[in-house]
């Protein structure tokens, strides 16, 4: 009956009780949304990267080298020679070695030059291998293995033929377009990076760096073509043109799926002839498919990975590795790094939590305002349950449970705000900031602050309950 | 005593009524630091009111008619004395067993301001079955509701009209049904038919009595022509000793003397 009246004595106070709801449901959105970026920032990091016991890298910095090389994110360095990547090979503490080549990108999405070892080796989550969802590991030196968002958001398929561009940002004006790729598989989802990334051989990496010449030529930003439009760029590029196509055009074929077959008739419909250069490159295709795959002698690559046989020679290998004067590399404990990341964000974090803390404080204490204001309003009520039995504590605790259904409600609501916009927000923010939500994005947490700020309100809205409750002591029949 | 009245046994009080209200040698006076209102003194020497019994009580504005009806309802608790209800010592029960007393005991309808305006008229007279420790949810209650709105001339389809859109006549009769819902022995009725119309008065007082006719009824009123529906008349009295407002009650049916 108490639960009733409250009900029906807010629904009365609607316009009030209504803006106070909003006040709530912002300052709880917002604390909510703070702490669930938070946890997913951490458990998306913290799941991107398991089993590998030391980056290799040239020195730059720890959290660069972490971030470039697990997270696709930041500008990778300078890279470190084969002979280095050799050595770690070698070494008998190592039992796998992945090597990693970065800095292309196709579509906006990172390209990872790299070897099968990184399908075999490479873990996420607890202990998770990567698996296929299509398609297998690389088979020949132009092979490409997808992610599943690329795979989704560009419709990819096995056998389908991409091109890379060199440098980072989704706007390249340089296109390996001399060597293009055929996706050999395609990853199934794993919420982390790897989910938007392209793997192409090392090789093949440094070949189509190769086809691009020395000169740099710049041409219009197109992270893939249709292979009649390869090969209008090949032409461009082996005349040493430079070729600006509108952004109309682009649009129009940045998002076209590669279509080998369909290769020799849009040549015509592009160039209204026959490009040799389309026969030049299947038969570069060729020639590199022959390749023996595993052989990845490269010059240099970006960063590696490595899993070691015993992981308490973890420290002890990357301390002899940051000690070396020729050729200086920078190894890391990724366990480490992102200690020190989250030794960073920690303070950002906290302070980011108290700010919206404060904010919920302000908008529980504007609701004990709400409450407190309207108790002149309800002497009469008062008086009325008064003397039909109610006892002060009675006006207190009703007092008390019209605050905590507005916060309730205020949390419930805010829940489903945070929840629908996170996932509204789940591409883009994978996107724009390789922030990978996972599927349940509300956790303990959220419903300890669900909780907190109910336990907040009991207590705030004690004053305007204990109003009541002294108006009840004193309430007269008839008191006007 | 300085003011009151020694009500003394009237031919009424045959033995078959049990005494729903006595006072004895009761004090009050409103703390001013409490209360906005004028210092004012009641003192009652004796006054009892049997079972049954039905009393008009009159007096001029401010003579402390509303202060003794707290008294008995016990919101307001004297300086010295005793209240006792239905033979039980009221003033002497804890503030808890006071509100469970009230609600289960006495029914209380004002001049105005009767109902919580935003609860429906079920929800209204579901209230005070809650106060009293009914458990709300049996379905025997709502029919108990229903026969008493009936009895009351108010049309089922008020039942979830919301009290603020009731006319006076309607929130006046749904005040009645609140009141004695819990069958009180003690109903305490105050200027309850200052806003009705002569014909929604008449209407108002004949259903009052008849379903008030098992309780000590205590109705305050200015109205005279309502003295007809009374075999017992109090009046509140004023008179100023040492220049300070004192008041108590005559008994006009009864051996009263004046203070």
């Known amino acids: 009956m108490l639960t009733t009246i409250a009900i029906e004595s807010l629904k009365r106070r609607k316009n009030t009780a209504l803006l106070t709801l909003v006040s709530i449901v912002i300052s709880v959105s917002l604390l ?25 890298g040239a020195p730059s910095g720890q959290l660069n080298l972490l971030l470039s090389s697990v997270f696709n994110l930041t500008t990778p360095s300078k890279g470190i020679s084969w002979d280095r990547v050799s050595s770690l090979n070698s070494d008998p503490r190592v039992s796998w070695l992945i090597p990693l080549s970065l800095g292309d990108t196709h579509s906006g999405n990172r390209v990872v030059g790299t070897t099968n070892a990184y399908f075999e080796h490479f873990k996420y989550g607890d202990k998770q291998p990567l698996v296929f969802a299509e398609g297998g590991p690389f088979a020949h030196v132009g092979s490409a293995v997808i992610g599943a968002d690329v795979a989704e958001s560009l419709g990819y398929r096995v056998d389908d033929s991409i091109v890379i561009s060199h440098g980072l940002g989704n706007v390249s004006f340089r296109q390996h377009d001399g060597f293009p790729f055929s996706v050999t598989g395609v990853l199934e989802k794993t919420g982390t990076p790897v989910d938007k990334a392209v793997y192409v051989t090392l090789i093949g990496l440094e070949k189509a760096h190769e086809h691009a010449g020395p000169s740099g030529i710049v041409k219009p930003s197109q992270s893939i073509q249709r292979p009649s439009n390869l090969h209008a760029q090949a032409h461009a590029h082996t005349d040493g043109e430079t070729a600006v196509h509108d952004k109309d055009d682009h649009d129009k074929i940045s998002h076209e799926k590669a279509e080998p077959e369909e290769a020799g008739h849009k040549e015509k419909r592009y160039e209204g002839d026959n490009s040799p250069h389309a026969h030049e490159e299947d038969t570069e295709r060729q020639r590199m498919g022959e390749m023996d795959v595993e052989n990845n002698t490269v010059s240099s690559v970006s960063a590696v990975m490595l899993g070691l046989k015993n992981r308490v020679t973890a420290l002890q290998l990357q301390y002899q590795l940051n000690q070396r004067n020729n050729e200086p590399v920078l190894a890391i404990l990724p366990g480490m790094a992102l200690a020190e990341l989250w030794q960073i964000m920690g303070n950002v974090e906290a302070l980011l939590l108290l700010l919206s803390s404060l904010i919920v404080m302000s908008a529980l204490i504007g609701l004990a305002t709400m409450l407190l204001a309207t108790m002149r309003e309800r002497y009469q009520e008062i008086a009325v349950l008064r003397t039909i039995g109610a006892s002060p504590a009675a006006l207190l605790i009703l007092v008390q449970l019209e605050a905590l259904l507005i916060a309730l409600a205020g949390c419930g609501v805010s829940l489903l705000v945070v929840t629908g916009l996170l996932t509204a927000l789940k591409p883009w923010l994978s996107a724009e900031f390789g922030l990978f939500l996972s599927d349940t994005l509300l956790s303990s947490n959220s419903l300890a602050i669900v909780i907190l700020v109910l336990a907040s309100t009991y207590i705030v809205s004690f004053f305007p309950a204990y109003a009541a409750y002294k108006r009840g002591l004193h309430a007269e029949l008839n008191s006007q | 005593m300085k003011a009151g009245v020694s009500a003394t046994e009237s031919a009424k009080t045959n033995g078959s ?17 409490h209360s906005e209102r004028a210092r004012l003194f009641i003192e009652i020497e004796q006054w009892h009111l049997y079972r049954g019994e039905h009393v008009f009580l009159s007096g001029p504005s401010g003579s402390g008619k509303s202060t003794f009806l707290n008294l008995l309802s016990g919101t307001l608790t004297p300086d010295s004395g005793t209240i006792s209800l239905l033979e039980q010592p009221f003033s002497a029960l804890s503030n808890k067993q006071r509100d469970r007393f009230r609600a289960n005991n006495i029914g209380v309808v004002f001049q105005q301001f009767n109902l919580i305006p935003y609860l429906s008229v079920k929800q209204n007279v579901k209230a005070a079955l809650y106060f009293a420790g009914a458990n709300i949810k049996d379905k025997a209650l709502d029919e108990r509701i229903l026969k008493l709105l009936n009895d009351l001339q108010l049309s089922n389809q008020l039942l979830n009209a919301k009290a603020d859109t009731l006319s006076v006549g309607q929130q006046q009769r749904v005040a009645i049904a609140r009141a004695l819902i819990n069958t009180p022995d003690i109903l305490i009725v105050d200027e309850p038919t200052s806003a009705l119309d002569a014909k929604a008065r008449d209407s108002f007082m004949d259903v009052l009595k008849k379903l008030a006719k098992n309780s000590a009824l205590v109705f305050v009123s200015h109205d005279p022509y309502l003295k007809k529906y009374f075999s017992r008349h109090m009046s509140m009295h004023q008179f100023t000793p040492n220049h300070q407002k004192v008041a108590g009650v005559s008994d006009a049916s009864r051996d009263a003397s004046p203070c």
Do not use: C, E, M, P
């Open chain 1, 32 to 56: 909510l949304s703070v702490d669930i970026i938070r946890s997913q920032v951490k458990g998306s990091f913290t799941r991107t990267v398991s089993g590998v016991d030391v980056i290799v």
């Open chain 2, 17 to 33: 009524y049990n005494i729903a209200i006595a006072i004895d040698n009761v004090s009050f006076s409103h703390n001013a630091a």
